[in-house]
Protein backbone atom coordinates (compact mmCIF):
# COMPACT_ATOMS: atom_id res chain seq x y z
CA UNK A 1 0.00 0.00 0.00
CA UNK A 2 2.91 2.47 0.98
CA UNK A 3 4.30 1.91 -2.96
CA UNK A 4 0.88 2.73 -4.66
CA UNK A 5 0.87 5.96 -2.53
CA UNK A 6 4.54 6.88 -3.38
CA UNK A 7 3.64 6.15 -7.09
CA UNK A 8 0.53 7.73 -6.81
CA UNK A 9 2.41 11.04 -5.39
CA UNK A 10 4.75 11.11 -7.89
CA UNK A 11 2.14 10.65 -10.52
CA UNK A 12 0.51 13.76 -9.16
CA UNK A 13 3.72 15.59 -9.26
CA UNK A 14 4.40 14.92 -12.45
CA UNK A 15 1.60 15.90 -13.86
CA UNK A 16 1.78 19.58 -11.75
CA UNK A 17 5.32 20.24 -13.69
CA UNK A 18 3.81 20.54 -16.93
CA UNK A 19 0.77 23.12 -15.39
CA UNK A 20 3.40 25.02 -13.40
CA UNK A 21 5.57 25.76 -16.39
CA UNK A 22 3.07 26.33 -18.49
CA UNK A 23 1.32 29.06 -16.44
CA UNK A 24 4.19 30.92 -15.75
CA UNK A 25 5.20 31.56 -19.75
CA UNK A 26 4.68 34.95 -20.53
CA UNK A 27 4.01 35.95 -24.42
CA UNK A 28 5.64 38.91 -25.41
CA UNK A 29 3.36 42.22 -26.08
CA UNK A 30 2.74 42.75 -29.54
CA UNK A 31 3.43 46.79 -30.56
CA UNK A 32 2.04 47.46 -34.04
CA UNK A 33 4.54 49.73 -36.30
CA UNK A 34 2.81 51.13 -38.98
CA UNK A 35 5.42 52.71 -41.31
CA UNK A 36 6.76 53.95 -45.01
CA UNK A 37 9.44 52.87 -46.30
CA UNK A 38 11.88 55.84 -46.76
CA UNK A 39 10.08 57.62 -43.53
CA UNK A 40 12.60 58.91 -41.61
CA UNK A 41 10.83 59.65 -38.44
CA UNK A 42 10.26 55.84 -39.09
CA UNK A 43 13.86 55.00 -39.46
CA UNK A 44 14.49 56.88 -35.96
CA UNK A 45 11.36 54.87 -34.12
CA UNK A 46 12.92 51.80 -35.93
CA UNK A 47 16.42 52.82 -34.36
CA UNK A 48 14.51 53.24 -31.13
CA UNK A 49 12.89 49.72 -30.64
CA UNK A 50 16.31 47.90 -32.43
CA UNK A 51 18.01 50.04 -29.00
CA UNK A 52 15.98 48.45 -26.56
CA UNK A 53 16.38 44.65 -27.91
CA UNK A 54 19.06 43.70 -25.41
CA UNK A 55 17.21 45.08 -22.48
CA UNK A 56 13.08 44.25 -23.47
CA UNK A 57 13.53 42.17 -26.48
CA UNK A 58 12.04 38.69 -24.95
CA UNK A 59 8.57 41.18 -23.61
CA UNK A 60 7.48 42.73 -26.92
CA UNK A 61 7.46 41.44 -30.96
CA UNK A 62 7.19 44.20 -33.45
CA UNK A 63 4.85 43.30 -36.10
CA UNK A 64 5.57 46.23 -38.91
CA UNK A 65 2.96 46.91 -41.53
CA UNK A 66 4.66 49.43 -45.05
CA UNK A 67 2.09 51.76 -45.81
CA UNK A 68 3.47 53.86 -48.61
CA UNK A 69 3.37 51.06 -51.37
CA UNK A 70 1.23 48.82 -49.57
CA UNK A 71 -1.90 50.01 -50.13
CA UNK A 72 -3.81 46.80 -47.71
CA UNK A 73 -1.69 47.97 -44.90
CA UNK A 74 -3.06 51.39 -45.64
CA UNK A 75 -6.49 49.71 -45.29
CA UNK A 76 -5.61 47.64 -42.48
CA UNK A 77 -4.10 51.08 -40.71
CA UNK A 78 -7.46 53.19 -41.70
CA UNK A 79 -9.29 50.15 -40.31
CA UNK A 80 -7.40 49.85 -37.03
CA UNK A 81 -7.44 54.06 -36.20
CA UNK A 82 -11.33 53.58 -36.76
CA UNK A 83 -11.60 50.83 -34.31
CA UNK A 84 -9.64 53.77 -32.15
CA UNK A 85 -11.51 56.27 -33.15
CA UNK A 86 -8.37 58.07 -34.13
CA UNK A 87 -7.49 59.35 -36.97
CA UNK A 88 -3.79 58.98 -37.72
CA UNK A 89 -2.08 62.05 -39.62
CA UNK A 90 0.79 59.67 -40.94
CA UNK A 91 3.42 57.08 -39.49
CA UNK A 92 5.13 56.25 -37.99
CA UNK A 93 1.37 55.02 -35.92
CA UNK A 94 2.47 53.08 -33.54
CA UNK A 95 0.28 50.85 -30.80
CA UNK A 96 1.09 49.05 -27.86
CA UNK A 97 -2.06 47.37 -25.92
CA UNK A 98 -4.43 50.43 -25.62
CA UNK A 99 -2.20 53.35 -26.30
CA UNK A 100 -1.28 54.67 -29.96
CA UNK A 101 1.30 57.26 -30.72
CA UNK A 102 1.16 59.07 -34.04
CA UNK A 103 4.58 60.13 -35.01
CA UNK A 104 7.43 59.23 -33.41
CA UNK A 105 9.97 61.57 -31.51
CA UNK A 106 12.31 60.58 -29.13
CA UNK A 107 10.18 62.46 -26.21
CA UNK A 108 8.01 58.94 -26.77
CA UNK A 109 10.95 56.66 -25.81
CA UNK A 110 10.14 56.25 -21.30
CA UNK A 111 6.34 56.06 -22.81
CA UNK A 112 6.58 53.32 -25.40
CA UNK A 113 9.43 51.44 -22.52
CA UNK A 114 6.83 51.92 -19.94
CA UNK A 115 3.66 50.56 -22.02
CA UNK A 116 5.19 47.52 -23.12
CA UNK A 117 6.55 46.63 -19.55
CA UNK A 118 2.79 47.15 -18.11
CA UNK A 119 1.77 44.98 -20.74
CA UNK A 120 4.15 42.24 -20.35
CA UNK A 121 3.10 42.44 -16.87
CA UNK A 122 -0.13 41.38 -17.38
CA UNK A 123 -1.99 38.34 -17.77
CA UNK A 124 -2.00 37.52 -21.60
CA UNK A 125 -5.15 36.96 -21.43
CA UNK A 126 -6.62 40.52 -20.38
CA UNK A 127 -4.13 42.76 -22.45
CA UNK A 128 -5.93 44.72 -25.05
CA UNK A 129 -4.94 43.91 -28.32
CA UNK A 130 -6.54 46.22 -31.50
CA UNK A 131 -5.70 43.15 -33.66
CA UNK A 132 -8.04 40.84 -31.72
CA UNK A 133 -10.79 43.14 -32.99
CA UNK A 134 -10.26 43.16 -36.14
CA UNK A 135 -9.36 39.61 -36.85
CA UNK A 136 -12.95 39.32 -35.34
CA UNK A 137 -14.53 41.62 -37.27
CA UNK A 138 -13.25 40.19 -40.54
CA UNK A 139 -13.55 36.82 -39.61
CA UNK A 140 -10.27 35.80 -39.23
CA UNK A 141 -10.20 35.27 -35.82
CA UNK A 142 -7.64 32.36 -35.03
CA UNK A 143 -7.51 31.27 -31.74
CA UNK A 144 -4.87 28.87 -29.91
CA UNK A 145 -6.09 26.57 -27.53
CA UNK A 146 -3.09 24.61 -27.45
CA UNK A 147 -2.36 25.73 -23.76
CA UNK A 148 -6.04 24.88 -22.49
CA UNK A 149 -5.80 21.86 -23.90
CA UNK A 150 -2.60 20.70 -22.13
CA UNK A 151 -4.35 21.99 -18.81
CA UNK A 152 -7.74 19.64 -19.43
CA UNK A 153 -5.55 16.82 -20.70
CA UNK A 154 -3.34 17.40 -17.24
CA UNK A 155 -6.87 17.13 -15.06
CA UNK A 156 -8.17 14.42 -16.60
CA UNK A 157 -5.15 12.41 -15.81
CA UNK A 158 -5.11 13.59 -12.67
CA UNK A 159 -8.67 12.62 -11.96
CA UNK A 160 -8.27 9.61 -13.98
CA UNK A 161 -4.86 8.71 -11.59
CA UNK A 162 -7.36 9.56 -8.50
CA UNK A 163 -9.74 7.44 -9.41
CA UNK A 164 -7.36 4.36 -10.39
CA UNK A 165 -6.03 4.93 -7.20
CA UNK A 166 -9.09 4.69 -5.57
CA UNK A 167 -10.15 1.60 -7.60
CA UNK A 168 -6.88 0.02 -6.48
CA UNK A 169 -7.25 0.76 -2.92
CA UNK A 170 -10.79 -0.87 -2.77
CA UNK A 171 -9.72 -3.67 -4.68
CA UNK A 172 -6.71 -4.49 -2.12
CA UNK A 173 -9.02 -3.99 0.97
CA UNK A 174 -11.39 -6.61 -0.57
Not at 78 to 101: C, F, H, L, M, T
Not at 145 to 153: E, K, R
Request: glycine share 6%; charged share 30%.
Amino acid sequence: MKKLKLLFVMLIGILLVPCTVLAEEKDPVNVYFFYGNGCPHCAEAEEFFDSIEDELGDKFDIVSYETWYDTDNVDLMNEVADIRKEEPQGVPYIIIGNQSWDGYTSSYDDEIIDKIQSEYEKDTDSRYDVMTYVESVNGKKEDNYASDIAVVIAIVLVVAGIGFGIWYARRKAN
